[in-house]
C-alpha cells in the first residue's frame, strides 16, 4: 500500500471513531435529558440499542454490509416494540417517535458511496421503509423518518454520480491523448517513409551513377594520376552508398536496406578500429589526440558503429577548427547497457585559430550528430566544460550480437 492509500485509509479510520463517539454522545446526551424507556427492559433499554448501532460505525470501512444490517436489525427490534410494548425498546416521551437510529444516516452514506447501486438501494428503501413506520403513521415521525435516510442517501449518490463521471472523464482524456500521440508517431512514420524514398530514389540514384562513371574513369583514365583519383572517388561514393542504404534503413523503422548494385556493408562492425584510424590522423595533422576503450568490445550493428565513427569524425573536425592545437581526448566505454562515446577537447589557444577555417562549414554538424543519435535510439549532448573546453557524448543503444568479446584497452 502506498502512502496515499494509507493516509486515506487512516482518516476513513479516524472519520469512523469519531462518528462512533458523536452519535454515541448524543445518544446519551438524549437518555441525560429524559428520554428514557420504561417497559420491563429498564430504562436504559433504548439506549444499550442505539450504542450497539453506535459503536457499530467502528467496523464501518471494512464491513459497512455487516454494519448496516447491525442498524437494520436494530431498526426492526423498534419498530416491532412500538407495535407490540410500546415505550420498551424507544423512549416513553420522544421528540419524535424513529425507530431508525441517528447513525443511519452516516451508515446510508457510506453504503452509497462503496457498494454496488443495487445492494446500496435496497439498504436505503428498507431503512426508509421502517423509518415511515406505514403500519402507524403518524405527522411528524414519519416525514422525519423518510428525510433522514433519503436525503443522506440521494447526496451519497450524488456525489458517486459526479466521481465516476470525472473518472470517465479523466479515462476519455488519456485515451485522446494516447490517440493522439498515435496518430503523432503514425505522421513522423510516413515522413520518414517518405524521406527514405526520396532518398532512395533520388540520392542513391546519382551517388549510384557517380560511381559507376569512376569505375569506368579508372579503367580508362590516360594517367595513374586520373585512375587514383577515379579509384578513390569510386571508394568514396561505394562508402557513401552504404551509409545511404543504413539510414534508409533507420528511416524505415523495419530494418530494411534499399536494394542497389553497390555490395552491402556486413551487418555487424566494431568502430574501435576505425575510430582508432581517426585518431590517429587527427593526431598526425597536430595536436595531442588519445583514445580510450572501457569495457569488453563486442560487435554491434552497423547502423550503430557508423553513427559512433560520425560522432568522433565530427567532433575531432570541430577541435581542429575552433580548438586548434588543444589535446583531445575519446573514450568509448562498452557498458552494459549503452555504449557510450566522448570526446573532450582543453579549448586549444584562441592565437592558432583560423577565422577563416572555423567559419566553414554550415554550422549544423552537432544538429546533424543529434538527429543521427536520436534516429536510432540513443540521446546526445554537447556542451562547454567548466574548465573551458568542449565535451560532446552519445549514449547509443548497446545491442549484443552474440560475437566472441575482446578485452579492451588503451590507444
Same mark, same amino acid.
Given at each position: 500500500?502506498?502512502?496515499?492509500?494509507?493516509? !486515506?485509509?487512516?482518516?476513513?479510520?479516524?472519520?469512523?471513531?469519531?462518528?462512533?463517539?458523536?452519535?454515541?454522545?448524543? =445518544?446519551?446526551?438524549?437518555?441525560? &435529558?429524559?428520554?428514557?424507556?420504561?417497559?420491563? &427492559?429498564?430504562?436504559? *433499554?433504548?439506549?444499550?440499542?442505539?450504542?450497539?448501532?453506535?459503536?457499530?460505525?467502528?467496523?464501518?470501512?471494512?464491513?459497512?454490509? @455487516?454494519?448496516?444490517?447491525?442498524?437494520?436489525?436494530?431498526? @426492526?427490534?423498534?419498530?416491532? $416494540?412500538?407495535?407490540v410494548a410500546p415505550g420498551t425498546l424507544t423512549p416513553a416521551h420522544p421528540l419524535a417517535r424513529i425507530v431508525v437510529p441517528t447513525c443511519a444516516i452516516v451508515?446510508?452514506?457510506?453504503?452509497?458511496?462503496?457498494?454496488?447501486?443495487?445492494?446500496?438501494?435496497?439498504?436505503?428503501? @428498507?431503512?426508509?421503509?421502517?423509518?415511515?413506520?406505514?403500519?402507524?403513521?403518524?405527522?411528524?415521525?414519519?416525514?422525519?423518518?423518510?428525510? @433522514?435516510?433519503?436525503?443522506? #442517501?440521494?447526496?451519497?449518490?450524488?456525489?458517486? +454520480?459526479?466521481?465516476?463521471?470525472?473518472?470517465?472523464?479523466?479515462?476519455?482524456?488519456?485515451?485522446?491523448?494516447?490517440?493522439?500521440?498515435?496518430?503523432?508517431?503514425?505522421?513522423?512514420?510516413?515522413?520518414?517513409?517518405?524521406?527514405?524514398?526520396?532518398?532512395? =530514389?533520388?540520392?542513391?540514384?546519382?551517388?549510384?551513377?557517380?560511381?559507376?562513371? *569512376?569505375?569506368? &574513369?579508372?579503367?580508362?583514365?590516360?594517367?595513374?594520376?586520373? /585512375?587514383?583519383?577515379?579509384?578513390?572517388?569510386?571508394?568514396?561514393?561505394?562508402?557513401?552508398?552504404?551509409?545511404?542504404?543504413?539510414?534508409?534503413?533507420?528511416?524505415?523503422?523495419?530494418?530494411?536496406?534499399?536494394?542497389?548494385?553497390?555490395? /552491402?556493408?556486413?551487418? !555487424?562492425?566494431?568502430? #574501435?578500429?576505425?575510430?582508432? =584510424?581517426?585518431?590517429?590522423?587527427?593526431?598526425?595533422?597536430?595536436? !595531442?589526440?588519445?583514445?580510450?576503450? /572501457?569495457?569488453?568490445? /563486442?560487435?554491434? !550493428?552497423?547502423?550503430?558503429?557508423?553513427?559512433?565513427?560520425?560522432?568522433?569524425?565530427?567532433?575531432?573536425?570541430?577541435?581542429?577548427?575552433? *580548438?586548434?592545437?588543444?589535446?583531445?581526448?575519446?573514450?568509448? =566505454?562498452?557498458?552494459?547497457?549503452?555504449?557510450?562515446?566522448?570526446?573532450?577537447?582543453?579549448?586549444?589557444?584562441?592565437?592558432?585559430?583560423?577565422?577563416?577555417?572555423? $567559419?566553414? $562549414?554550415?554550422? &549544423?554538424?552537432?544538429?546533424?550528430?543529434?538527429?543521427?543519435?536520436?534516429?536510432?535510439?540513443?540521446?546526445?549532448? +554537447?556542451?562547454?566544460l567548466p574548465s573551458g573546453g568542449w565535451q560532446v557524448t552519445a549514449s547509443l543503444p548497446d545491442i549484443e550480437v552474440g560475437a566472441p568479446a575482446r578485452p579492451?584497452?588503451?590507444?
Amino acid at each position: 500500500m502506498d502512502a496515499a492509500s494509507r493516509f !486515506t485509509a487512516r482518516t476513513a479510520y479516524v472519520m469512523a471513531v469519531a462518528s462512533a463517539l458523536v452519535f454515541s454522545g448524543f =445518544d446519551v446526551l438524549l437518555y441525560a &435529558l429524559g428520554q428514557r424507556t420504561d417497559g420491563f &427492559l429498564g430504562p436504559a *433499554a433504548g439506549l444499550g440499542l442505539s450504542l450497539i448501532a453506535d459503536l457499530s460505525l467502528l467496523w464501518l470501512i471494512r464491513a459497512p454490509r @455487516a454494519v448496516a444490517s447491525i442498524a437494520l436489525a436494530v431498526s @426492526a427490534a423498534r419498530a416491532v $416494540g412500538e407495535l407490540v410494548a410500546p415505550g420498551t425498546l424507544t423512549p416513553a416521551h420522544p421528540l419524535a417517535r424513529i425507530v431508525v437510529p441517528t447513525c443511519a444516516i452516516v451508515i446510508i452514506w457510506v453504503i452509497m458511496t462503496v457498494r454496488p447501486v443495487r445492494e446500496a438501494l435496497s439498504f436505503t428503501a @428498507a431503512f426508509a421503509l421502517l423509518g415511515a413506520q406505514p403500519w402507524q403513521p403518524n405527522g411528524l415521525a414519519t416525514p422525519t423518518g423518510i428525510a @433522514a435516510t433519503l436525503i443522506p #442517501a440521494a447526496l451519497a449518490y450524488s456525489a458517486r +454520480a459526479r466521481v465516476q463521471l470525472m473518472a470517465s472523464l479523466r479515462t476519455s482524456l488519456a485515451a485522446a491523448e494516447r490517440e493522439q500521440h498515435l496518430l503523432a508517431e503514425q505522421a513522423v512514420a510516413a515522413e520518414r517513409r517518405r524521406l527514405a524514398t526520396e532518398m532512395h =530514389d533520388v540520392v542513391t540514384h546519382h551517388v549510384t551513377e557517380m560511381v559507376l562513371h *569512376a569505375g569506368a &574513369l579508372k579503367l580508362t583514365g590516360e594517367s595513374t594520376h586520373i /585512375r587514383t583519383s577515379a579509384e578513390q572517388i569510386r571508394a568514396a561514393g561505394e562508402k557513401a552508398l552504404g551509409e545511404l542504404r543504413e539510414l534508409i534503413g533507420v528511416l524505415h523503422g523495419d530494418g530494411r536496406h534499399s536494394p542497389g548494385p553497390a555490395p /552491402r556493408p556486413s551487418g !555487424t562492425s566494431d568502430p #574501435a578500429e576505425e575510430i582508432g =584510424d581517426l585518431v590517429r590522423a587527427a593526431g598526425e595533422s597536430g595536436g !595531442t589526440v588519445t583514445l580510450e576503450l /572501457r569495457g569488453v568490445r /563486442r560487435p554491434m !550493428t552497423t547502423a550503430i558503429a557508423r553513427t559512433a565513427v560520425r560522432v568522433v569524425q565530427e567532433s575531432l573536425s570541430n577541435a581542429r577548427k575552433h *580548438a586548434p592545437g588543444s589535446s583531445v581526448h575519446v573514450g568509448i =566505454d562498452y557498458g552494459g547497457q549503452a555504449t557510450i562515446v566522448s570526446i573532450r577537447d582543453s579549448g586549444g589557444d584562441d592565437r592558432h585559430r583560423n577565422p577563416s577555417l572555423a $567559419g566553414s $562549414g554550415s554550422g &549544423l554538424g552537432l544538429v546533424g550528430l543529434r538527429r543521427r543519435v536520436e534516429l536510432i535510439g540513443g540521446e546526445f549532448s +554537447a556542451g562547454e566544460l567548466p574548465s573551458g573546453g568542449w565535451q560532446v557524448t552519445a549514449s547509443l543503444p548497446d545491442i549484443e550480437v552474440g560475437a566472441p568479446a575482446r578485452p579492451g584497452g588503451d590507444t
